[in-house]
């Protein structure tokens, strides 16, 4: 064994609601059609958080602990097979070991129909796997998640080199700016000169206003967005919105829905926000959503990506057919990461990503102190930097 490859691969694995562990795994083997990555960055999900206050353990009828975390990942290859080297790279450029890259969450089968017809990586019938969810970490080789020091990467996975200039704190939020980048997409797909859809210089409320809802936020003044409302139940994370995109904030925990969509609409002449992105997770919160919208306007549901159980009731006639709303939902993030990059790499300038980055853990401190990552008032973005420990 080459003096540079670890015996062992220490990761923190969630073994129930609320119990995490620091485990040791067996070195990944490398063949000529996978790669072994050593893991810079890892984000923390919202999808982590769920899981871990028991609001979500199963993924198709079969629980997921344990299971390793982290699929917002930047790494560095360490092997990649002869295979992989040239097929891996989903823009086609080669691959070598010291590339930086991303990696596409899912890996699915090719073959499905939608697969065969261009729906992109979203919606596959027979996925094969999901990089920090599925299959769990007593399967074999276990390293899938980014909440470790080095993962195993599959054949049949997508990589995407990270430009030089571009720095890990700022690369690894395109896989959330993907998601972002697929719901301004949708919004603006029918014809906004004639104010259907979304187009520069139209308002845009964006209701909760954790990581991926400040990236929205951001994508959406990108695309020229007017007037810009941000909402979300922490001030933290309100002034975070304040600073990247907002124009005016709303503390949904001092205020009522009823007040919210109030204030929206005297803020948009009376009738309300021409976009609504609902991103707070809430299924209460996509009725919010409908109510705040003007009559003709889009409403993105990006926020519920996790089946807690939970309905709400919905008026078809009053916050859908009477209204003549676009209705978007967007769930993942497609593979769209190419043009994310580029603009990760052009705007860093503008909006400073980084800094939404309240903390930075180590695998030590991660499998400690969850209950920090899962308290939106201690913290906007957590990122897990495995091969360190840190303390922040």
């Not at 990247?244 to 205020?255: F, G, K, M, Q, S």
């Not at 889009?298 to 209705?327: C, F, Q, R, Y």
């Amino acid at each position: 064994m080459s003096p540079t490859k670890p015996a062992s691969v220490r990761a923190v694995a969630m073994t129930a609601p609320g119990k995490m562990e620091l485990r040791s795994y067996p070195y990944p083997q490398c063949d000529r059609d996978s790669a072994v990555l050593k893991v810079e960055m890892t984000g923390v999900c919202g999808t982590d958080k769920h899981i871990f206050k028991g609001e979500a353990g199963f993924i198709r009828g079969k629980s997921i602990f344990p299971y390793i975390g982290g699929h917002e990942v930047i790494g560095t290859i360490v092997e990649i097979g002869e295979n992989a080297a040239k097929t891996m790279d989903f823009d086609d450029q080669p691959l070598e070991p010291g590339d930086r890259v991303a990696l596409a969450v899912e890996v699915n089968c090719g073959t499905c129909w939608y697969c065969r017809h261009h729906y992109n990586n979203t919606t596959c019938e027979n996925q094969i796997m999901a990089y920090g969810i599925h299959p769990n970490a007593d399967t074999a080789p276990y390293l899938r998640g980014g909440f470790a020091e080095y993962m195993y990467i599959m054949p049949g996975t997508s990589l995407f080199k990270i430009p030089e200039e571009l720095p890990t704190d700022v690369a690894v939020f395109v896989e959330e700016m993907a998601v972002a980048y697929h719901s301004l997409a949708r919004a603006v797909q029918p014809f906004a000169a004639v104010k259907e859809g979304f187009g520069p210089g139209d308002s845009v409320a964006v209701l909760g206003n954790g990581p991926l809802g400040l990236l929205h936020g951001i994508m959406a003044s990108i695309h020229g967005a007017g007037l810009c409302i941000g909402t979300d139940l922490a001030d933290l994370r309100l002034a975070k919105a304040k600073e990247l995109y907002a124009d005016v904030t709303i503390n949904a925990a001092r205020t009522s829905p009823e007040q919210r969509v109030q204030q929206a609409r005297e803020l948009t002449e009376g009738v309300g926000p021409d976009l609504v992105i609902e991103s707070a997770g809430e299924p209460e919160v996509f009725i919010e959503a409908l109510e705040m919208v003007r009559k003709g306007g889009t409403v993105i549901e990006v926020g519920n990506w996790v089946d807690t159980g939970k309905t709400v009731p919905l008026n078809v006639m009053k916050h859908v057919a009477s209204k003549n709303l676009h209705i978007h939902s967007v769930f993942h993030c497609g593979t769209n990461w190419r043009p994310v990059l580029n603009i990760l790499q052009k705007q860093q300038a503008r909006y400073p990503f980084a800094s939404l980055i309240s903390h930075r853990m180590g695998l030590d401190e991660l499998a400690a102190k969850m209950e920090v990552v899962t308290d939106p008032n201690r913290c906007v973005k957590v990122e897990v930097v495995p091969q360190a420990c840190m303390s922040s």
